[in-house]
């Protein structure tokens, strides 16, 4: 990741802090209206898990700098992902759901900030889901 990205994603995240229940419930949303077959994979009550994605972007967005220190943590968190479920084919889905959320909830999200974001999820999808086939093999 280039240093303005890096800034782009942080400058970002700190727009949603104040909003950030309310962009994680909105994220939900837009995640089972694309995929409603992914309900299922999470408990009813929500509120935990939105405060689980919030902690989760939170560790990634302050380690954008130092990835490799993260490597671990991620295949740690793709594997029980895993097990409660996840396909490859959903990390597409959520990585989708995200940008979304964030071009409605953050002002002036435009291409290099999605292409910024773009570019850190997709490394964090491919850590993720590929640490069961590591594992695997």
Partial sequence: M???E???IRTDFAVLAPQADAFAERF???????????RPLFPTELAPQR???LQALAVVVTGLDRLDALLDTLRELGRRHAGYGVET??????????LATLAERV???GDRNRSAWSRAYATLAEVMSGAPREEAA
């Fill in 2 to 4: 280039t240093p303005a």
């Fill in 6 to 8: 890096i800034v782009a």
């Fill in 28 to 38: 939900y949303e837009r995640l089972f209206a694309l995929d409603p077959a992914l």
């Fill in 51 to 53: 405060k689980k994605l």
């Fill in 89 to 98: 084919h959903h990390y597409a889905v959520v990585g989708e759901a995200l």
């Fill in 107 to 109: 002002t002036d999200f």
